[in-house]
Structure formats: structure tokens, C-alpha cells
């Protein structure tokens, strides 16, 4: 793969066509097809990228199946050195990696950068494994030893969401191949650049052929690799309606899936809240990544009289320089969808006290400024659908109860924060948010490793979470074995 990278990182840069990363190398998918890949920050093909169909599956998961008895009989811990050498080659490459990500993403370069160390960080966590995969053995009656080991399942395979090209594959990647399974991996065909970098810097860094394979395109690689009667174990991370689907087509087949879905998360502001922290942090975590994050601040339920708070959070975002602090949006259907909800949202009696709407009006690529919604109601779209744009929608309510009952009746569950200087009001709201990350005076509750990452209700389909110590017991099974060596005398029930 090619890519020339202007110095700067922002301005347009074309790509080579990128086929399929399968057994080690760079295939042309079978059947020809081709998707083009734009940079959004331009509104330009940067490049074309394969269209896979089932055959292409089918030999992703040959070199997947040819690769994985290898793999798995190679001892943990002459697996995870490969992980060792890649975590030097990505810091190496951060920077490059990181205007893959801006160019492919419209993120800005610093906002690609964060997401590859975050990546790094994911990847640390798979390095740590073998400190932590010894399992357990004991005495369990005279002479019986009972011993439990984790296991790899074989192939597994990975489909994943536009927003973040590098990290959220790194949230499955190395707890599933130091675990000994070979992965057939499908990026988004909106930036498929990314990943296709990093296959090549594990290759780099030792991993055998076959171990890791890239099939691009979109659905029907999806469908195709979610029917495979060799996948073992299926993750997913995108929108809801995507995640639902893929989860129950495969548990349809009784394979084990994890399938994380959108979010609307909401941040209750009560009047004893740290103005400057609170407003800061607000910002941040509704324009951050120009709101396409699933852990984006997108409803703030402001308890009683927050006006100082609100009047400086609306200060802050009409500050926000375009493409300069904020990047862009992934195409121009996205910039139509999240201005329909702010039109929407207005004719339906909100207050737009900050307008993005028309931002991308005299120049290239697809833009929506910062916007901020006042007056907003639970019922309306923009108060409880994802928009998954640089919108965020203030609602507001005379009690907490008020607000919680407000953020528990979403359906979705990703994140919820409180913003007080109370103890007792914060653990109050923490107890019971309806929320998988929750946080206090944290906009974007992203859990550090070694902790988990995930959400409840509509937001995850399935049981655990998929990084951490969680994401290795997904990507393994766990194998009981009982031993007696010598007839007891003194009969127990397990003699
Ligand atoms: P998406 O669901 O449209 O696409 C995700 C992946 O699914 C892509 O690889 C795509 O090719 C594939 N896909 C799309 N439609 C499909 C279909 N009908 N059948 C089979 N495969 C299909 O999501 P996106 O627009 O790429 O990403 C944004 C969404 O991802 C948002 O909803 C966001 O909240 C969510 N997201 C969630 C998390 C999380 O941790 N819960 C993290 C990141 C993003």
C-alpha cells in the first residue's frame, strides 16, 4: 500500500488501490469490484478500496483455518513478543498512522494521534496477557486436582464502524491472537486505510501469514463472514441497527457474538457543578471528534438553574474554530441526516443557540459546525435518537429523579455522566444511570485498560465486554480438566 503523505497532514493526499490482506499478502478482490474511498475534509476520492463478495471470505477464511494449528502451538509467550514488536513499530509510525486516520476519518491529525495511542493502549493490555492467562488449579477433594485453561477457538472474525479506523480493531486484535486464533478482520469500507497500514506492521513485526487477514468491502463481505460455519466467535462494533441484526443472525447459527451498537449519552448538570470543568469538559465531549464517538456527550439534562453553566458551554462552542479544533463529518449524507435533526428540532419549538447548520457552504468536504439545541424534549428525535454529529441537545428538568428518569428511559446505554461537587449527589446518579460507563465531572468515561469497555441495553448485544480481561474470555473457551492419579482409601463422591 502507498500512501504519500503531504507534511502537513491535512491536505490531499491519494491512496493506492487496496485490495484484500490475505495469507501476507495484497489480493484484488475476486470478482474485480471496487468501492472509492473519499477524504471527507476534501470531499475527494483518495482512492479505491475492494469490493468483496463470498469468495473472498471464503479465502480469508482458508488462510485463516492453514495458519491457525501453527499459530495456536506456538507458545503464549513467543506469541505475545509479536505484540511487543508492533507496539515499537505503531510508536514508530504514529505519526503516519495518524494522518491515515485524519485523511481517510476527517479527524484532525491531533485527534487521529490521540486515537492511535489509544490503540497503543489496547494492544499494552494484550501484552499483559500471559501475566494473567496461567488459569487456576486446586485440590478439589483427596487426590483430585481440577485445573482450568483458556483456550483459542480457532477463527475469528472482526467487522467494524468508519469512526475509528485503528483503535476500535486494536479493542479485539490482541487479546484474540495472543490468545493463539487467527482473525478474518473487515474494516469499514468508508476508511480502510488504516488497518490495511497496520496488517502490514504486524506482518513487519513477525506475525505469520495468515494469522490476521483483511477482507474489505461492505455487506456482502459482512453477511458472507457471518455465516461462515468456520467462524468460531464473531465481534462487532457500529450502529444499532447493524449490531442487532449481525447478533441475532449469528447466535442463528449458535456461534458466540458481541456486537456493540450506538449510543445517545447524556450528561446531567446539577447547579453546584464546577463551572470552567463542566463547560470544558461538555465541549469536549460533545465536538470532540465532531461528535462521531459513541461516548459523545450528546443530551445535557440541566437540573434546576444551570444558566452559568449553559451560557458558558454556548460561549465555548461558538468559539470552536472549523478544522482547526474540530474536524469534519464522514460524507454528505451524514451532514444531511444530522441537519435534518437540528431543522427538526427547531420547528418543533427548540432553541438553536448555536447554529453549525450551512457550514460547509463555500467550502470542500462535509462540514456541520458546532450546534447547541436549548429547550429540548425527551420525545423529540433530536432528544433521544443518535445523531452522531457535533449536536448537543440541552434538556431541562427541576430534580435529579427527573433527570435520571429522562436518561433511563433511553433505549441505547452506552454512557451517562454527572457534573456536581456533591459526593452524595454524584454516587446517587452513578447507582443509577442505565449505562454501562458511567462517570463523575468525565465527559467521555472511556474506561482505561485493564478496565472493560461497553455498554448496556441497545447499545451492546451480548454478554461481557469486549476489551480488557473480558474481551480475552470472549475470544477463548475455557477447558476444565479434573485429575486423579491414585485410588483413594477414604471414598469421596468424586472417587
Ligand atoms: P455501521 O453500522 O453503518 O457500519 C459498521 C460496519 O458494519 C461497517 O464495517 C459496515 O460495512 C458494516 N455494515 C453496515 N451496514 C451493514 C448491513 N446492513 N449488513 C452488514 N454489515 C453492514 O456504523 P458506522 O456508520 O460505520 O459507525 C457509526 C456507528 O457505530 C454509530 O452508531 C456509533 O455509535 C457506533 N459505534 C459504537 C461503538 C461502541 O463501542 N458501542 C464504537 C464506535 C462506533
Not at 444530522?338 to 463555500?362: F, K, L, M, N, P
Request: net charge negative; hydrophobic share 45%.
Amino acid at each position: 500500500m502507498t500512501f504519500d503523505f503531504p507534511a502537513d497532514g491535512e491536505a490531499f493526499t491519494k491512496a493506492s488501490t487496496l485490495g484484500n490482506f490475505i495469507n501476507g499478502a495484497d489480493q484484488p478482490a475476486i470478482g474485480g469490484g471496487l468501492l472509492p474511498v473519499e477524504n471527507p475534509r476534501h470531499g475527494q476520492v483518495i482512492g479505491q478500496v475492494a469490493d468483496s463478495d463470498a469468495r473472498d471470505v471464503e479465502a480469508a477464511v482458508a488462510a485463516a483455518r492453514a495458519a491457525f494449528p501453527g499459530w495456536r502451538d506456538t507458545p503464549l509467550k513467543e506469541r505475545v513478543q509479536v505484540l511487543f514488536r508492533l507496539k515499537s513499530l505503531l510508536e514508530r509510525e504514529l505519526m503516519p498512522l495518524a494522518r491515515i486516520v485524519a485523511d481517510e476519518n476527517g479527524k484532525t491529525v491531533a485527534e487521529g494521534v490521540a486515537s492511535v495511542q489509544k490503540g497503543i493502549e489496547c494492544l499494552e493490555f494484550g501484552i499483559s496477557v500471559p501475566n494473567m492467562a496461567a488459569g487456576g488449579q486446586l485440590e478439589v477433594s483427596r487426590g483430585v486436582s481440577c485445573r482450568v485453561q483458556y483456550e483459542p477457538l480457532g477463527v475469528v472474525a472482526g467487522v467494524v464502524p468508519f469512526n475509528f479506523p485503528i483503535m476500535v480493531p486494536m479493542w479485539m486484535l490482541p487479546q484474540a491472537l495472543v490468545a493463539g486464533n487467527t482473525f478474518v478482520m473487515k474494516p469499514s469500507e468508508q476508511t480502510p486505510y488504516g488497518m490495511a497500514r497496520v496488517a502490514e506492521l504486524f506482518a513487519e513485526a513477525g506475525l505469520p501469514a495468515g494469522v490476521l487477514n483483511l477482507v474489505n468491502g461492505g455487506r456482502a463481505a459482512v453477511e458472507a463472514l457471518v455465516d461462515h460455519p468456520d467462524v468460531k466467535a464473531f465481534g462487532f462494533v457500529g450502529s444499532t441497527r447493524v449490531a442487532k441484526l449481525l447478533y441475532e443472525r449469528s447466535a442463528a447459527t449458535g456461534r458466540r457474538a458481541l456486537c456493540l451498537g450506538g449510543a445517545k449519552n447524556h450528561l446531567v448538570v446539577v447547579p453546584d457543578a464546577d463551572v470552567a470543568l463542566t463547560a470544558q469538559n461538555v465541549i469536549a465531549s460533545a465536538f470532540g471528534c465532531a461528535g462521531q464517538r459513541c461516548m459523545a456527550a450528546s443530551v445535557l439534562i440541566a437540573v434546576g438553574d444551570c444558566e452559568h453553566v449553559i451560557d458558558a458551554i454556548v460561549e465555548q462552542a461558538k468559539a470552536i474554530r472549523l478544522g482547526e479544533d474540530m474536524g469534519c463529518i464522514i460524507n454528505a449524507a451524514s451532514v444531511e441526516r444530522i441537519e435534518g435533526y437540528i431543522t427538526d428540532a427547531e420547528a418543533r419549538g427548540a432553541r438553536v443557540r448555536v447554529d453549525g447548520r450551512g457550514a460547509g457552504q463555500g467550502r470542500a468536504g462535509y462540514w456541520v459546525g458546532p450546534t447547541v439545541l436549548d429547550d429540548v424534549t425527551a420525545d423529540m428525535p433530536a432528544g433521544c435518537e443518535e445523531i452522531f454529529g457535533p449536536v448537543l441537545s440541552i434538556i431541562r428538568v427541576a430534580t435529579v429523579d427527573q433527570a435520571l428518569a429522562i436518561e433511563n428511559a433511553n433505549p441505547y446505554g452506552n454512557a451517562a455522566s454527572i457534573y456536581t461537587t456533591s459526593g452524595a449527589v454524584a454516587e446517587y446518579c452513578v447507582q443509577r444511570f442505565e449505562a454501562g460507563m458511567v462517570a463523575v465531572n468525565i465527559g467521555v468515561p472511556v474506561p482505561r485498560e485493564p478496565f472493560p469497555f461497553g455498554g448496556f441495553n441497545r447499545s451492546k448485544f451480548g454478554h461481557g465486554d469486549i476489551t480488557g480481561w473480558d474481551g480475552f474470555r470472549f475470544w477463548t473457551r475455557p477447558r476444565k480438566v479434573t485429575t486423579k492419579w491414585a485410588l483413594q482409601a477414604d471414598q469421596t463422591w468424586m472417587s
